[in-house]
């Protein structure tokens, strides 16, 4: 049974920084490609970053890229999303998914979720 569960919410202030981290369990997570999203209230699930199976291939959304680090820690079973100058439209409930699938923008395993709130 897979699991995916997500650390390092807070409440933090605009500028700080916070370190996420997705700890995965049930198959083998080298071989997963692993991805961050995040869902503001009332508002789409947006992709984040995603990463591939040996962290090299990496996107970044446009709105993170030269202040969020996405990386992978595959002795640990571990990813990471570093989050700098965070801005309060940051703000969001933030998940890591993982797909074992070869090919495919299509994530089939989701975590519960950690919260990120940055305040002005």
């Known amino acids: 049974q897979v699991q995916l569960v997500e650390s390092g919410g807070g409440l933090v202030q605009a500028g700080d920084s916070l370190r996420l981290s997705c700890a995965v369990s049930?198959?083998?997570?080298?071989?997963?490609?692993m991805g961050w999203f995040r869902q503001a209230p009332g508002k789409e699930r947006e992709l984040v970053a995603t990463?591939?199976?040996?962290?090299?291939?990496?996107y970044y959304a446009e709105p993170v890229k030269g202040r969020f680090t996405i990386s992978r820690d595959n002795a640990k079973n571990l990813m990471y999303l570093q989050m700098n100058s965070l801005k309060p439209e940051d703000t969001a409930l933030y998940y890591c998914?993982?797909?074992?699938?070869?090919?495919?923008?299509?994530?089939?395993?989701w975590g519960q979720g950690t919260q990120v709130t940055v305040s002005s």
């Open positions: 049930g198959r083998t997570f080298n071989t997963a490609r």
């Open positions: 990463i591939g199976v040996a962290g090299v291939r990496i």
């Open positions: 998914a993982a797909t074992w699938s070869v090919y495919g923008a299509k994530y089939d395993y």
